[in-house]
């Protein structure tokens, strides 16, 4: 035994070893805990926790600590910043044990209770309570009532109890401790110290018989026993200071020590590196500790009579000890094939370590040592925990008090009593109060799910007993005097998840059924879910379900997704929208959250706290990682909704805690979207994850306006700052003397006026070479543009030509001045007859009976037209004149009136027209044009060649190939043909580009007229004589 050392203040004291048992640490009544880097380390690091810490332990790199405050406080190792609460109690916490991998910790404390927490993060900190001691705890689980009980895990039940010792009304006045201890290696036997009888009983799990009893006359007012971590040897410390080391094959003791003091032992620990440190560390009442070392170490008559055991106990396997090449293959999982005298490969047979009941009288155990050869080869799969079914924006249905889901509608919460879910009430408020007013519902159907939208609240919950599954829904908006209704599930099928949408609700079942209702009760579909469901969620007539594609590899999830939409105005009305697919999550990570965003956009969160959104199917975009806005390591974020045209993220900060508490209510905080893009501090990022932002919003907006939507200030908002980000990338990069990155901000700029602002700073900034480039860019640009105008314009005027009504006149065309719409078919009845009558009042007289309306607008005549002469417009040879506003279509075209009789003066007389309001008269020189007939033909308005603008480089380049790309992509049409010819074009060289800009620079000269005669504008008198009569 070392010489021990001071390290906390009297009282109760702690200690354990870290894992890899490099560090001691300790806690006691000063309210510190210490960390010692082994014995000998003089300068312990030091850190408090509140007044007084009453116990410790320590679990996969975490320290566990329970405090004055009640609370079961983790600290993570070694950097000792504290990593959340598991647990809280009303007392003392007296002890905290774990299970083999660390998933589950027990504590025991004063107010008689025991709570197993479950850490694993698919348990979302599932909670077990235990109560029936009647006195403080001293142990997980012995108490001061004098016994010790053993729990079931599963049912949550007693199984065994015996009783150990006097009992106490305190954990200080206690007589013993009482610590017992599981066999660490198979956890087949227990070890419980008997105060009154001052034994050590050995009791076997299953049956609960006792095996073996130590018994040694050193033993007096036992209070703690210790396995050590190989299951070989066991520790034993009294309330007088001694301890006792057995060796469990032999029951003897190999070692005995004693307090210098003889003062109580609190606690013992072995070292879990038994390989190279056999020693165990332990601390007392006073706050001291001490070490003890070698203790596996015995004296001659021990080791002989171990050696004897051990050549009794090896006897029978005498012929294992030669060397044989069949039991090596068997040993390591081949086996001879009898038909072929082939090896064969079956897997490696298990041999793993057990204590086997050799002699009940004798009590003695022994253990047969595995395979070195095939405990190295073996390699047992662990598959995946599957991920339990959820509801988005719950929190875990084992709390008393818990949300049975919080959205952008309101708030549903439910608050038990005594985890009896029928004596419980459920509590929905809104956000908005013009939606519903408040209800408050009696839970006494027990339901654990809702689901709750503008429109329904929806409620369901497992089966009772030998009972069904009941979903209840509340319509608000029913209007005939109920609003609830009921219905059964078949029996066996439990609901699993809820949804709720505009006009339907939805649950899913255990039987992988996916079953929808209308909001009034009206039962629409049932479809086969692909895999066990996990949640589901609803915005409008988009329901989205989330469920388990497959068996996961190394604690991964692999989870599958599916958009269905529902269709109110059919019952049959629902599609895919998008096909069954994988849903991506971040390593060993689940699904803690799905759901829409505000504009409808598909949105989900893993337990890591990554935010993403589907941009469409099968991609998905990071938003926003959580963890980037906490503190504290055990901090999280509750997810609530989110906003992509306001880019903000809704939800409440958990400290400690992935849930909210429901009292006191918690403040709902705004996050900023902030994608994590690498060098998020630099200029150059916040640009680019501007651009990206900008770019995603006008990408929504577009998509929003298509449906309806006023999104007019967001799409502008968002342009202007993609142009303003745009513009300093290119500034960036110039000022950088990247001219390269600048082209390629270049390229992404929309129109020729970004560009146009682009050259002028290169020019500023005297980057002649990239000036050149993107002017030639700014010149394709126009190019591309031209040609899409060309091609649109080209296939407008094809529909139109192939149109049924292609043939008719220009005038019939052009009639926008008639009063009544087209040819209408009416039926004989008196309200269209005095439609008729009412029409024909406005000049559109009815024909063929009164059954048929017809335009009458090659009849009307027009009271304003200005007469030309005597003749009567009705005759054979006259020609109607200009009607209305018909005389600004042909301002500059002089007709003439031909006529079939031989009169030569009817012949040479001119038809004037009404003037132009800048019309000039006509003098005397000039020459009239010779006398034709007005046809069709002769009023096209097709430009002449000289009034057509010169054709763009591009348009040349393609008039020339575009029978070549006909030939190589017959495919495409005429668009495809252009967007290909532009691409092409764009891989021509600088000198062949600039060719066919010169061809089309000298076709334009050409067709130019000559504008040598200089236009001279008529007079204010000149004008106003065209009126003359």
């Known amino acids: 035994m070392k010489r021990m050392k001071f390290a906390h203040v009297e009282g109760h004291t702690d200690l354990t070893y870290s894992e890899d048992g490099s560090n001691i640490l300790t806690c006691g009544a000063d309210g510190d805990y210490r960390v010692w880097k082994g014995y000998e380390d003089d300068d312990p690091e030091c850190i408090r926790v509140g007044d007084e810490a009453t116990a410790i332990a320590f679990k996969n790199e975490k320290i566990f600590v329970g405090t004055d405050m009640h609370v079961l406080q983790i600290f993570s190792h070694p950097d000792n910043q504290t990593d959340g609460i598991v647990t809280r109690f009303t007392s003392t916490i007296t002890h905290i044990s774990f299970n083999k991998d660390g998933s589950k910790v027990a504590a025991g404390s004063g107010d008689m209770t025991i709570k197993v927490k479950d850490l694993a993060p698919s348990s979302k900190g599932k909670e077990v309570v235990f109560t029936g001691h009647a006195a403080p705890i001293l142990s997980a689980s012995s108490s001061c009532d004098g016994t010790v009980r053993v729990w079931c895990l599963t049912t949550n039940e007693q199984v065994q109890s015996w009783q150990w010792g006097p009992k106490s009304n305190d954990f200080s006045n206690s007589p013993s401790l009482c610590r017992i201890h599981f066999e660490p290696t198979t956890g087949r036997f227990l070890a419980v110290p008997f105060y009154q009888s001052s034994t050590v009983k050995i009791l076997e799990r299953k049956s609960w018989k006792e095996v073996a009893e130590l018994a040694d006359h050193r033993l007096k007012e036992i209070s703690i026993c210790c396995w050590s971590t190989c299951g070989k040897f066991l520790a034993t410390a009294s309330k007088a200071g001694d301890i006792l080391i057995w060796d469990m094959q032999s029951k003897a003791v190999i070692n005995a020590y004693q307090h210098e003091k003889k003062t109580q032992i609190c606690n013992l620990a072995w070292n879990p590196a038994m390989n190279t440190n056999k020693e165990i560390a332990f601390c007392d009442c006073r706050g001291h500790i001490g070490l003890l070392d070698n203790v596996t170490s015995s004296d001659g008559k021990t080791q002989q009579n171990t050696k004897s055991l051990n050549s009794v106990t090896c006897a029978g396997d005498d012929d294992d000890a030669e060397i044989s090449i069949s039991q090596i293959k068997k040993d390591t999982g081949f086996i001879i094939d009898e038909e072929n005298g082939k090896d064969v490969f079956t897997g490696v047979r298990p041999s793993p370590v057990e204590f086997d009941v050799l002699d009940d009288v004798a009590s003695k155990i022994s253990s047969r040592p595995s395979s070195p050869l095939a405990s190295n080869s073996r390699r047992r799969y662990a598959p995946s925990k599957k991920q339990e079914p959820f509801q988005p924006g719950s929190s875990p249905d084992h709390l008393l008090h818990r949300y049975m889901v919080w959205n952008n509608i309101g708030i549903v919460r439910c608050f038990g009593e005594d985890g009896d879910l029928t004596t419980s009430n459920i509590e929905v408020e809104f956000h908005d109060t013009s939606v519903h007013h408040g209800l408050h519902i009696p839970n006494t159907l027990g339901h654990t799910m809702a689901a709750l939208s503008a429109q329904s609240l929806f409620l369901a919950g497992p089966a009772v007993e030998d009972g069904s599954s009941k979903l209840v829904c ?104 998008a096909n069954p697919q994988l849903l991506p999550l971040g390593p060993e990570c689940e699904l803690s959250w799905a759901g829409f965003s505000d504009e409808g956009t598909l949105s989900t969160m893993d337990s890591s706290g990554l935010l993403q959104v589907q941009l469409r199917p ?88 298509q449906i309806g939507f006023d999104v007019d200030d967001p799409r502008d908002k968002a342009d202007r700052l993609s142009k303003e980000s745009l513009m300093k990338m290119f500034a960036l990069a110039c000022q950088a003397e990247r001219e390269v990155r600048a082209v390629e901000v270049a390229e992404w700029m929309p129109s020729e006026q970004l560009l146009q602002l682009a050259v002028k700073y290169a020019t500023r900034a005297r980057k002649r070479q990239l000036a050149n480039r993107l002017t030639s860019m700014a010149e394709q640009l126009v190019s591309e543009r031209e040609a899409e105008e060309a091609l649109l314009l080209e296939s407008t005027r094809t529909s139109f030509l192939s149109a049924p009504n292609a043939s008719h006149t220009l005038d019939e065309d052009r009639d926008m001045f008639a009063s009544t719409p087209p040819i209408l078919e009416v039926e ?116 002449t060649p000289a009034q057509q603008p010169p054709k763009s480089g591009f348009m040349l380049w393609l008039e020339q190939n575009k029978a070549q790309l006909k030939v190589d992509n017959p495919e495409c049409n005429e668009a495809e043909l252009v967007r290909l010819g532009a691409q092409k074009f764009k891989t021509l060289s600088e000198e062949e580009r600039q060719k066919y800009t010169r061809k089309r620079k000298s076709s334009g000269d050409a067709e130019q007229p000559d504008e040598t005669v200089k236009k001279t504008r008529p007079t204010l008198a000149e004008r106003l004589s065209t009126f003359e009569a």
């Open 828 to 943: 004989d009845n008196p309200i269209l007859q005095a439609k008729q009558r009412k029409s024909s009042i406005a000049g559109a007289a009815p024909t063929d009976g009164g059954k048929t309306i017809r335009p009458m607008s090659q009849n009307r005549k027009n009271p304003f037209a200005k007469k030309t002469s005597n003749t009567d417009d009705s005759s054979p040879g006259a020609t109607p004149s200009p009607r209305g506003l018909a005389v600004f279509d042909q301002p500059k075209v002089t007709q003439t009136k031909t006529v079939t009789g031989p009169s030569k003066e009817n012949a040479k007389t001119k038809m004037t027209k009404q003037p132009t309001l800048f019309g000039m008269k006509k003098t005397a020189k000039e020459v009239a044009p010779p006398a034709q007939e007005m046809t069709p033909e002769s009023q096209d308005s097709s430009p």
């Open 474 to 577: 509340v319509n608000f908006a029913a209007w005939d005097g109920h609003k609830e209704w009921t219905t059964t599930l078949p029996l066996g099928e439990d609901a699993l998840a809820l949804a709720v949408g505009d006009s339907w609700v939805a649950v899913a079942t255990s039987r992988r059924l996916l079953r929808l209702f209308s909001n009034s009760g009206l039962q629409r579909a049932v479809i086969s879910l692909p895999g066990p469901i996990i949640c589901l969620a609803g915005h409008g007539p988009k329901l989205f379900m989330a469920y388990h594609a497959g068996m996961g590899l190394d604690e991964e999830q692999s989870i599958g997704y599916a958009l269905l939409n529902i269709d109110k105005k059919s019952p049959i009305g629902y599609e895919w929208l």
């Open 618 to 705: 099968g991609m998905w975009m990071p938003l926003l990682d959580t963890r980037q806005n906490v503190k504290g390591k055990s901090d999280h974020y509750f997810l609530i909704g989110l906003s992509e045209l306001e880019k903000c993220v809704r939800c409440v900060l958990c400290k400690g805690a992935r849930y909210p508490p429901t009292l006191p209510r918690p403040n709902m905080a705004l996050l900023d979207v902030k994608l994590p893009l690498c060098d998020i501090t630099n200029e150059k990022t916040q640009l680019e994850e501007a651009l990206i932002q900008s770019s995603l919003q006008m990408q929504l907006a577009g998509t929003l306006d």
